[in-house]
C-alpha cells in the first residue's frame, strides 16, 4: 500500500528565514512525485512533478527534489504570500491512477 | 480557459438526507477524479472515471456513495442517507496526463 508522510506538520517561519519541508514515502513503483500548495477554503494548486532520483525543480522561492525515499521542498527568502498548506502526493508506475496525498504541511510566514 | 468548477460551494443538509455534488471538468480532459479532505487532512481518493471505461470505485467508502460522469463531461458525487461523519470538502480533479488540476470544491454540513 502506498505511503506518503508529510513533516513537519506546520512550520512557522520569519520572512527571509529559509528552510524545508520533508516528503517520505513508499509506492512499489513510483510513477511521479507530486507537490500541491492548497490555500485556506481553494482546492490544490499544482507546483511541481518529478518523476526520477537526483531530479530538480524550481519555480520562483521554490525548489522541489527528490530522492529514492523521500523529496524535499526547500522556500527560499520566504514572503508572507507563501503561507499556505503545502501537499505532496505519488503515482503508482501501475495499477490505481489516482494520486495518494501526505497529510500537508501548513506553512506560516510571517513579515 | 475555464479551470475545473464545482457546484454548489457550501451545501448544509440534516442527517438522512440525499446530497448531489456536481462537477464541469476541463473541456477536453478525459479523465475525472472525486477525493474527499477532512478538516486538517490530507485528500482521500473516492473514484476515478477515464473516459469510456469502468469506473475505479476503489476508493468509495460505503455504498451510499456513488459517481456519475457520462463520457467526458460532467460528473455528479451522490451521498445517500448522509451521516455526520460525511461532513467534509469533497475535491473534483480533472486530468488530460499527469497532472491533476482541481476544482474549488464542494464544503459539505451534515447537522
Known amino acids: 500500500e502506498d505511503q506518503v508522510t508529510q513533516s513537519p506538520e506546520a512550520l512557522r517561519l520569519q520572512e527571509g528565514e529559509s528552510s524545508s519541508l520533508n516528503c517520505s514515502y513508499t509506492?512499489?513503483?513510483?510513477?511521479?512525485l507530486f507537490w500541491y500548495r492548497q490555500d485556506p477554503g481553494k482546492g490544490p494548486e499544482f507546483l511541481f512533478t518529478?518523476?526520477?532520483a537526483g531530479e530538480e525543480k524550481e519555480k520562483e522561492r521554490l525548489k522541489a527534489t527528490l530522492t529514492k525515499k523521500e523529496s524535499f521542498l526547500h522556500i527560499t527568502a520566504p514572503k508572507p504570500e507563501d503561507s499556505a498548506t503545502y501537499l505532496c502526493a505519488v503515482r503508482h508506475y501501475t495499477g490505481r491512477r489516482a494520486l495518494t496525498f501526505g497529510s500537508g504541511t501548513r506553512l506560516q510566514v510571517q513579515p | 480557459g475555464a479551470g475545473v468548477s464545482q457546484s454548489p460551494s457550501n451545501k448544509v443538509t440534516e442527517k438522512g438526507k440525499d446530497v448531489e455534488l456536481r462537477c464541469d471538468p476541463i473541456s477536453g480532459h478525459t479523465a475525472l477524479y472525486w477525493y474527499r479532505q477532512r478538516l486538517g487532512q490530507g485528500l482521500e481518493f473516492l473514484i476515478y472515471f477515464q473516459g469510456n471505461s469502468a469506473p475505479d470505485k476503489s476508493g468509495l467508502p460505503s455504498d451510499r456513495f456513488s459517481a456519475e460522469r457520462t463520457g467526458e463531461s460532467v460528473s455528479t458525487l451522490t451521498i445517500q442517507r448522509t451521516q455526520q461523519e460525511d461532513s467534509a470538502v469533497y475535491l473534483c480533479?480533472?486530468?488530460?496526463?499527469?497532472?491533476?488540476?482541481f476544482g474549488p470544491g464542494t464544503r459539505l454540513t451534515v447537522l
Open positions: 518529478l518523476y526520477s
Open positions: 509506492v512499489s513503483g513510483l510513477r511521479g
Open positions: 480533479a480533472s486530468s488530460l496526463r499527469e497532472v491533476d488540476f
